[in-house]
């Protein structure tokens, strides 16, 4: 049984350019949660994708949008990155249901902007 | 929004001595409280959890306690290993499956 996925693990950027992170959730989720954790912090909520469509969102800039697939894998897209976009971006997922749900992470993409 | 604080940000004690890490939330709605615990360079794992509805919950040597009312959460590790140290990290959320809002983390060492 795969759990959460990630690619790739490592990514060196330069300010002003975009990215693309992917991200394929453990077999039989459909919810797919992003969150961006800087050195020495707790990881922060960026959004939620659920049923394709971005469910909840955390208090990021536009600069940051995401896309769920029918395959329930996902991607977040950052453009005109910044120095501070520079971070472990980590993908967790979950299955949407009334009950408790424990969101399982991915082993992150660690982003460096120059 | 939830604002989470994680207190201490570095704990250092010796083997099976024990640990408390302690968090407080500033949302009233948040009903779901999750430890996460981070090994240098690895993906959080969740280690234990509890709702609202719930005072305290074991698993073994771990426990969490909740004080609604007051609006804040502890996490107590008994007869602690040096296999226990990492960073370690408190969330608060409305709902389980919704936007984790985390602390800041507590780096927990344990010497033999």
Not at chain 2, 13 to 23: L, M, N, Y
Not at chain 2, 25 to 53: C, H, M, T, V
Not at chain 2, 54 to 68: F, H, M, S, W
Not at chain 2, 99 to 111: E, H
């Amino acid at each position: 049984d795969a759990g959460v996925t990630q690619s790739p693990t490592h990514l060196i950027k330069t300010r002003g350019q975009q990215v693309t992170l992917r991200c394929s959730p453990k077999s039989g989720h459909d919810t797919v949660s992003w969150y961006q954790q800087a050195l020495g912090q707790g990881p922060q909520f960026i959004f939620q994708y659920y049923e394709e469509e971005e469910r909840q969102r955390g208090n990021f800039p536009d600069r940051f949008s995401g896309h769920q697939f029918p395959n329930y894998s996902s991607e977040l897209n950052v453009n005109a990155l910044l120095l501070g976009d520079s971070a472990l971006y980590l993908c967790a997922s979950s299955l949407n249901r009334l009950t408790i749900v424990e969101q399982y992470f991915g082993p992150g993409t660690r982003l460096t902007v120059t | 929004g939830e604002n989470v604080e994680q207190h201490p940000s570095t704990l250092s004690v010796q083997e099976g001595d024990s640990a408390v890490i302690k968090c407080t939330y500033s949302d009233s709605a948040s009903n779901y409280f999750p430890w996460y615990k981070q090994e240098l360079g690895k993906r959080p794992q969740l280690i234990i959890d509890i709702r609202s509805n719930v005072g305290e919950k074991k698993d073994q040597r771990i426990a969490v306690t909740l004080n609604k009312t007051a609006k804040h959460f502890s996490l107590h590790i008994t007869e602690t290993q040096p296999e226990d140290s990492a960073v370690y990290f408190c969330a608060a959320s409305v709902n389980s499956g919704y936007a984790l809002n985390f602390g800041k983390g507590t780096s927990l060492l344990v010497t033999p």
